[in-house]
């Protein structure tokens, strides 16, 4: 998905020049970081007017932010260890900042899934699962891909029966992966892995994987495999949301994304697409569908899955119900 706020950051980062520019880099997350050079490196010319109304919008924004707080982490620590006491406050503090000691996990997410899956083959699937779950779901199941059937099949089945980590049972890793949860045994269990983490990994992998890794489960414990299944959510299920719902996903979907996932979509979800869509903006979709040539079901599933993550999105953060009003939650 093209994203408005990704071109602005791109535009206003290349006006900003290499040192401040890479000043600006080293706040941002590893997703973020590929997003924004990705743009950078497909932006060959922009008017002076769009630069003007980038720069413009970014000086009323920081116009209406005020630091209350210097140090905000320092402030965070210092209240909760106020209200709290010592003990309490140290068991919240590192997960509230995610700490600045899950250098093992953090570097992980900075490198590419062959790397990831060379680094942890030789590893037991419950360690390979426990590390795995740290991880963005599409990384992660980028990862397993990397993996043979059998191996990932076994990490899918312990992701989906973890039920939390104690920061102990990673000590097992090489010295990279030593320090993936801060605090030491001070910290809890985390509330990580489990039947909808799974149904998320498996929603990245494509029709075929998917449903290796689902009979897998399923002759394991059919159970686990249908609580699993009731929790993903594909592209046709798209269906299931009520016209709002679909209103809100395509306000955050560009044409030529919708365009390449309705191509291999059904001749319903196309209709409740164009149903929801004004008459001028249906038409050049029709025209679009039609004169668009065969594409190659690869692109067609990773545009699908981009416009899946802005659903589990706009479900996360409440705006849309998935799964009808009697589904609290279906992603």
Same mark, same amino acid.
């Given at each position: 998905m093209e994203d408005q706020g990704i071109h602005d950051a791109a535009i206003f980062l290349m006006s900003l020049g290499e040192e401040e520019a890479a #000043?600006?880099? *080293?706040? @941002?997350s590893p997703k973020e970081v590929q997003k924004l050079g990705e743009t950078i490196a497909k932006t060959r010319s922009v008017s002076h007017e769009r630069v003007d109304q980038v720069m413009q919008k970014f000086t009323s924004a920081a116009a209406s932010q005020s630091l209350l707080v210097s140090d905000t982490d320092n402030y965070v620590r210092a209240v909760l260890k106020r209200a709290l006491g010592d003990d309490k406050a140290a068991l919240l503090i590192d997960r509230i900042l995610q700490g600045?000691? !899950?250098?093992?996990? #953090?570097? /992980? *997410?900075? +490198? $590419?899934? %062959?790397?990831?899956?060379?680094?942890?083959?030789n590893e037991h699937p419950q360690i390979v699962a426990a590390i795995l779950v740290h991880l963005e779901a599409d990384q992660t199941a980028a990862v397993l891909k990397n993996f043979t059937e059998r191996t990932r099949n076994e990490v899918m089945l312990r992701i989906a029966t973890l039920e939390g980590i104690q920061p102990t049972a990673l000590k097992d890793l090489n010295e990279v992966l030593f320090k993936v949860l801060a605090g030491g045994d001070k910290i809890r269990k985390t509330s990580m892995g489990g039947v909808k983490t799974a149904a998320e990994i498996i929603n990245m992998m494509g029709t075929q994987i998917e449903n290796t890794v689902i009979e897998s489960i399923r002759e394991f414990d059919a159970e686990l495999a249908?609580?699993? +299944? $009731? &929790? +993903? %959510?594909?592209?046709?299920?798209?269906?299931?949301?009520?016209?709002?719902? !679909?209103? +809100? !996903? /395509? &306000?955050e979907v560009s044409s030529d994304s919708l365009v390449i996932a309705l191509k291999g979509s059904t001749n319903d979800l196309r209709e409740l697409v164009l149903a929801n869509m004004s008459t001028?903006?249906?038409?050049?979709?029709?025209?679009? /569908?039609e004169s668009r040539g065969p594409i190659r079901l690869s692109e067609v599933e990773n545009q699908q899955k981009?416009?899946?993550k802005i659903v589990?999105? @706009?479900?996360?953060?409440?705006?849309? !119900?998935?799964?009808g009003a009697e589904d609290e939650s279906f992603v």
């Open positions: #000043e600006v880099f *080293k706040h @941002l600045g000691d !899950v250098s093992g996990i #953090e570097s /992980l *997410k900075w +490198m $590419d899934p %062959f790397s990831i899956a060379e680094l942890l083959r249908q609580k699993i +299944m $009731d &929790k +993903m %959510f594909v592209f046709e299920d798209l269906l299931k949301l009520d016209p709002k719902s !679909v209103q +809100m !996903v /395509l &306000k001028r903006a249906a038409e050049a979709l029709r025209e679009d /569908l981009e416009i899946l589990r999105r @706009l479900s996360d953060e409440g705006q849309i !119900v998935i799964g």
